[in-house]
């Protein structure tokens, strides 16, 4: 069986790759991050290493040890441990993090990367097996946007396209042509809950993928997190972007959406 490494961060995404790369019968060796990782990915790889966030370094010796060559980072870190004395344990993640230029996404994402290909280790696209969870063009819902939710979607995607660009964020609140909220470090499930509480019912969430946007890592996903979130603010609809957002759960996140009368479209 081909050997495939998976670094593995928090949420679903990390064992739906797993799932759909056990299925291409390859071997998968996880790098999980202890109080991030879910212990349920055990069940779904072949062998996993728990790692705190201070023995970054370990990753390469372990994938070197294993025999991997190929590497797929899925699932995200809690950004606030950017922030944290972690960082300045692990000589190596603290040497990366001081070297870079600024702190966005993209720009540490590529470091790592760096860092990879330097010890022989290629990082690969993290959707690679899972392209069918990719919805195109259309609505999702039997909830459909009516006239001036299309507006809001519309107004909305051209200016998350432009914080996209920036590195800012990937998604937008909207609310009758106003731009409510701006994501940036604390994601979308918290952008959601800001914009509910700024202005109350109604908003939509626009979420998209970056116009570089690099397959690799920080691609946009949604889901049933996602969806239970836009309950709590009471939004009307959630538009992404077609063929490039990753949609975790979609049967049941939109079976959920249409008895709350929430619209999901893609774009």
């Not at 952008?191 to 109350?200: A, D, H, N, P, Q």
Request: proline share 3%.
């Amino acid at each position: 069986m081909e050997k495939i490494g998976l670094i593995a961060g928090n949420k679903k995404f990390p064992i739906i790759f797993s799932q759909a790369a056990s299925l291409k019968d390859y071997y998968i060796v996880a790098i999980a991050i202890k109080k991030e990782t879910s212990p349920v990915l055990k069940r779904f790889v072949d062998k996993i290493y728990w790692l705190r966030l201070d023995e970054f370094s370990r990753i390469f010796e372990i994938f070197k040890k294993e025999g991997i060559t190929n590497v797929v980072m899925a699932g995200q870190i809690s950004p606030r441990r950017l922030f944290s004395k972690e960082i300045d344990k692990d000589a190596k993640l603290k040497k990366i993090l001081s070297g870079i230029k600024d702190k966005k996404a993209d720009t540490i994402f590529t470091a790592i990367a760096q860092e990879l290909k330097a010890y022989g280790l290629r990082l690969l696209d993290s959707t690679i097996f899972l392209k069918g969870l990719m919805p195109k063009k259309g609505a999702l819902t039997r909830n459909v946007p009516d006239f001036y939710v299309w507006e809001d979607v519309h107004f909305g995607m051209n200016l998350a396209k432009a914080i996209a660009d920036l590195d800012i964020g990937q998604a937008v609140a909207v609310k009758n042509k106003a731009i409510v909220a701006v994501e940036a470090l604390e994601g979308t499930d918290n952008l959601i809950k800001r914009s509910g509480k700024v202005c109350g019912a109604g908003i939509t969430i626009v979420k998209v993928s970056k116009p570089k946007q690099d397959m690799r890592f920080d691609i946009p996903v949604v889901g049933l997190n996602t969806v239970r979130s836009l309950i709590k603010a009471n939004a009307r609809c959630l538009a992404i972007e077609a063929g490039k957002t990753l949609f975790i759960d979609k049967e049941k996140s939109v079976k959920l959406a249409d008895k709350k009368g929430i619209a999901i479209v893609a774009v």
